[in-house]
């Protein structure tokens, strides 16, 4: 078994996913957003303390979804 994170590709197009969010009439596009803003302050928080950038942009690529 391997430990391997989804992209955000992956986690928009998940049929679970999107089942729960569709339960909860939470639109995709504001769940894009959410994953995108939460990305995006966790990458914040890295470079304040590392030197090096972390490789995010295949969490932060959703252009393929259609939302």
Do not use: H, W
């Not at 986690?11 to 999107?18: E, H, K, T």
């Not at 995709?28 to 939460?38: P, R, S, V």
Request: charged fraction near 30%; charge should be positive.
């Amino acid at each position: 078994m391997q430990d391997a994170e989804m992209t955000m590709s992956e986690v928009l197009r998940d049929p679970m996913i999107r089942l729960i969010l569709r339960a909860d009439r939470v639109p995709l596009g504001e769940f894009a957003k959410l994953l995108q803003n939460a990305a995006r302050r966790r990458d914040a928080g890295y470079a304040a303390t590392s030197k090096t950038q972390p490789r995010i942009s295949r969490y932060l690529d959703c252009s393929d979804i259609m939302l």
